[in-house]
């Protein structure tokens, strides 16, 4: 089959591969018709995640068709058009049975302080991705539900991963009605987060970013209040001033490591890796909210110490929510708000890009050229 | 104001909000929210029939965390470890757990290994790397990447110019050495 393949930093190629096969009773084979590159793989792209081996297909994000089922799957058959998590879980462990999916003890060796996640690293349980042609999915009866027929591949790849976590973000800000709720980062998963404050009660949302083209979104999509940080001199002076020196009562971190904004912070993070990632957008957030609020991080980190301002937020007495989304929890609510028209996903999508040009894929969206803002992949067989 | 003890009047009443956003509020009772990762006890919500799975073949002797106490049911075969690379990978899982920095920079290190080890033997092979169409540089012609730049004030701007450096030095190295090292045999030959 045609898969990407990593070859180190900054160096991605589609060649052809092993296609993947049943390894567990309970595996499922699912030929990809739709992948997308999620912001968080741009970690992986750049060498920030540790024990990224050269070989590795990345994508989480991916919806398809069930080509085969192992001897003990009982709820898919093939030719079912599916939807997976990017969580892989087993469904019944500790943390399965209260409801941390994402944090699943059963299917990751490589580490017990995150779960398994398809193409991102061997630090999340070595397991290929769906930028490729075809895709092994473990836990077959747990993890991927059918798309409702009333739901394009387009929207259903978006649910997967970044439409799933920007709501959850907004829903681990614990939102009251009124609260005045800042974004950190107008990426598909903060443009969701914005637009999902609202449904959550928020009395003001205002999105903070450097790239023009992804506040205008912010406008549109998530009908936020905008301001570009490159343009102000201390970013958390100008929400002090916004929210009459107060702070906001709830600050989500929607960029992870990697944060621009802060050549420093940058350098020592994502270029000489001392740091797993850089938490400018989080010390930020910690600045920025209100003594006694919240501070909600979705954005992905890496397992290595990163320089985060924890005194001024014990001594703020603020709450700290955190996770990798339990996906498949937020479905049920998320396919209401999708049929009423709440929130529309697809408006997302700035590029589709194939397969077998996937390289060229990588670098527009981590260059963020030509307005990019969510790319998605298009495999030959799709 | 934060001087006293009234909350700062919002710019838009609930009205306003309702009337401009679409669903506004939809959510406002948390009980409509998906809960997690507030923990609510569920054991067998999706599919599983188990209440622990049968367990994956380990076809190679599978590197996993100390902190685990055995091979987890399932597992990824993406990339088995391999060579040096697969060496100091092993070392790291044997020897440290996940709250050893050196577990973390010793994986970081063999990564780096890995991508060296691996850009030379596919020099040996039908399917060298290509630096140009790897980094999908191309992109840059492609997709505008001077007007995606030029007149903003883009933060990343600013280190854009150090990935370039990160990118092309093993490139330029490699260039550098092998020519001294045609030059030096050339020399010897002519001797």
């Known amino acids: ?382 | 104001m934060a001087y006293t003890p009234d909350r700062p009047p919002l710019p838009e009443s609930p009205e306003e909000l309702r009337a401009r956003i679409p669903g506004w509020g939809a959510d406002l009772d948390p009980a409509d929210r998906p809960a997690v990762p507030k923990e609510v006890y569920d054991p067998h919500p999706y599919g599983a029939v188990w209440d622990f799975p049968e367990r994956q073949p380990e076809h190679w002797p599978r590197e996993r965390s100390i902190e685990h106490a055995f091979l987890t049911p399932v597992f990824g075969t993406s990339c088995p470890p391999r060579g040096v690379s697969g060496a100091i990978r092993k070392f790291a899982y044997r020897r440290y757990s996940e709250g050893r920095a050196a577990h973390w920079l010793l994986l970081v290190g063999a990564d780096r290994v890995d991508t060296l080890g691996s850009t030379l033997r596919s020099f040996a092979t039908r399917h060298p790397d290509n630096p140009i169409t790897e980094t999908g540089i191309l992109a840059e012609f492609k997709h505008h990447g001077i007007r995606s730049r030029r007149g903003q004030k883009r933060a990343d701007l600013v280190h854009q110019p150090l990935d370039l450096v990160i990118v092309s030095w093993p490139w330029i190295a490699a260039g550098v050495l092998g020519f001294r090292t045609v030059r030096r045999l050339s020399r010897r030959v002519k001797r």
């Open chain 1, 1 to 382: 089959m045609r898969a990407m393949v990593y070859r180190g930093p900054y160096r991605v190629r589609v060649e052809e591969k092993e296609a993947p096969r049943i390894e567990h009773p309970n595996d499922a084979i699912v030929r990809v018709t739709r992948a997308a590159i999620c912001g968080s793989d741009l970690h992986l792209y750049h060498g920030m995640m540790p024990d990224t081996r050269v070989g590795m297909t990345f994508g989480h994000e991916f919806v398809g068709v069930v080509d085969q089922v192992g001897p003990s799957v009982r709820t898919l058959r093939p030719g079912d058009r599916v939807m997976v998590p990017f969580n892989i879980f087993c469904g019944t462990c500790y943390f399965c049975a209260r409801g941390l999916y994402a944090n699943c003890h059963n299917v990751n060796p490589n580490a017990t302080a995150v779960g398994g996640i398809y193409g991102y690293s061997h630090t999340c349980g070595g397991y290929d991705g769906g930028q490729a042609e075809y895709v092994r999915v473990p836990f077959a009866d747990v993890g991927p539900s059918v798309i409702p027929e009333w739901m394009d591949d387009d929207t259903a790849v978006l649910l997967t991963d970044a439409v799933a976590t920007g709501y959850f973000g907004a829903q681990l800000g614990d939102i009251t009605e009124g609260d005045v709720v800042v974004v950190f980062g107008a990426g598909p998963v903060g443009l969701t987060a914005a637009a999902s404050a609202w449904l959550m009660g928020a009395g003001r949302v205002i999105v903070i970013d450097h790239l023009e083209y992804r506040l205008a979104k912010a406008r549109s999509f998530a009908h936020a209040e905008t301001y570009n940080f490159s343009e102000h001199a201390d970013v958390v002076v100008l929400l002090k001033k916004l929210t009459d020196h107060r702070g906001a009562d709830v600050a989500i971190d929607a960029v992870g490591a990697e944060a621009d904004g802060n050549l420093l912070q940058h350098v020592t993070s994502a270029k000489l890796k001392l740091q797993g990632g850089s938490p400018i957008a989080l010390n930020w957030a910690i600045d920025s909210v209100r003594k006694g609020g919240t501070v909600s991080v979705m954005g992905a980190y890496g397992p290595i110490f990163s320089a985060v301002k924890f005194g001024d937020a014990m001594n703020k007495g603020l709450t700290l929510r955190m996770n990798q989304c339990p996906v498949k929890r937020q479905w049920p609510r998320l396919f209401e708000h999708i049929r009423n028209g709440y929130l529309k996903p697809t408006e997302l999508i700035t590029h589709r890009v194939p397969l077998e040009h996937i390289a060229e894929g990588y670098h527009l969206f981590s260059a963020k050229l030509d307005g990019c803002i969510k790319p998605l992949i298009v495999p030959t067989a799709a």
